[in-house]
């Protein structure tokens, strides 16, 4: 027997993990997670959601994906939050994680490490192509990541990218489809 072999077996308790889904904004990222977290509810498992306090684009509490589905959470200010509220859980949820301070992938480390299952889905990059908050390292931390694509609206390719409709320089803009439309590579850094 391989010594990986024998110390995968002779692990005792639940085995905690961090898995990301990331993508451009109308991806299906919250979808993604949603289906995941009911998932889990199904098989029994005790479960607990998380947004960020700012994101009341929806709902000010449940989880809202871009096709009206939804689930409970509970909005919190920082992450530091969500382990003191998740610490007791089997699963745990975080919607919108870009909007997170960066204290979020220790959080999840920490989370992990007790055992629980950390889901998080959030934008990987900004309206401008660049990484976003604290999801370049969850990314990299992560046991799974899954990246979710849109379709371009100008011309139906897979879209990564979040392209801003409206003329705000802002980072920070909650918008829907009168702010950002997905784009793929090529129309994202093409001039309208």
Do not use: W
């Amino acid at each position: 027997m391989l010594f990986s072999e024998f110390h995968f077996r002779s692990h005792s308790g639940p085995r905690g993990s961090i898995e990301v889904i990331c993508g451009s904004m109308f991806s299906g990222k919250t979808e993604e997670l949603i289906r995941r977290l009911r998932r889990a509810k199904i098989a029994k498992l005790n479960v607990e959601i998380f947004k960020p306090k700012t994101d009341t684009r929806y709902d000010e509490t449940a989880v809202v994906s871009h096709d009206s589905n939804s689930i409970q959470s509970t909005p919190v200010e920082n992450a530091s939050s969500i382990l003191l509220l998740g610490a007791h859980t089997q699963v745990v949820g975080i919607d919108e994680a870009q909007f997170f301070d960066d204290e979020l992938p220790e959080v999840c480390i920490k989370l992990a490490a007790k055992g629980i299952r950390v889901i998080i889905a959030g934008l990987d990059m900004d309206f401008q192509g660049r990484p976003f908050g604290p999801m370049p390292a969850l990314m990299a931390i992560a046991e799974d990541v899954t990246k979710v694509h849109a379709v371009c609206v100008q011309c139906g390719a897979p879209a990564s990218f979040s392209y801003r409709t409206a003329n705000i320089a802002s980072r920070i803009l909650l918008g829907e489809k009168e702010s950002y439309e997905p784009r793929c590579r090529m129309c994202f850094t093409l001039v309208p």
